[in-house]
């Protein structure tokens, strides 16, 4: 296990909202997950454009696939908005690609997820950051965080109140900490699957085989 280096931690949330508590729940995690001794970056998403509305090489997308190739793990922080994520923390991972070339941005990266609500508690936006997290080849670890009716959650000074959310909170971020560590030597060894080698060995040949072509024509 390598412990030469802090682990980067990535944190999105998904309002932008003056007094957003997915940013403000997102704020606390990262001042714990430091404590631990993790190095932390945020992606601010205003000005973010909507998923496909300009070219790929606008600043803002740049910037926020910049941060992601930089972290070894990432935090997804979204209010429930009628029932599921919002439009906002979507976005940001729809201009995430699963593949920049040779570079995989999110894959074999670890991922903790919160959700902040405005009256019960539920679970309907971490469930979706689940399958999104999956589906970006992320280690989702098990451990979550729901905080629910959020507004009495949170100090003026913006801090989260002593209770057994912010427990929660730091249960999340010792256990994302954790997994980062333990998972950053085996990445390699763990992505590496029988169907990219097959895509590999398929590339190599047809390589291979339009030089010795080129060659012949010459």
Known sequence: MTFDRKPRILFLYGSLRERSYSRLLAEEAARII??????????????????????????????????????EGQVWSSPEMHGNVTGIMKNQIDWIPLSLGAVRPTQGKTLAIMQVSGGSQSFNAV????????????????????????????????????????????????????????LRDRVDYLTDCHSERKEKVAQETARVANSALEVNAN
Not at 46 to 51: A, D, T
Not at 58 to 67: G, I, M, Y
Not at 145 to 162: G, I, L, P, T
Not at 165 to 172: F, G, L, N
């Open 34 to 71: 430091q404590e631990f001794g993790a190095e932390v970056r945020f992606f601010n998403p205003w000005e973010l454009p909507i998923y496909g509305s300009v070219p790929d090489t606008h600043p803002k997308v740049q910037e926020l696939r910049e941060l992601s190739i930089w972290s």
């Open 127 to 182: 469930n979706t950051l689940r399958i999104l997290g999956r589906w970006m080849r992320m280690f989702t670890i098990p451990n979550q965080s729901s905080v629910a009716k959020a507004y009495q959650e949170f100090n003026e000074d913006e801090r989260m109140k002593n209770s057994p959310y912010r427990d929660r909170v730091i249960d999340v971020m010792e256990e994302l900490y954790k997994f980062t560590l333990l």
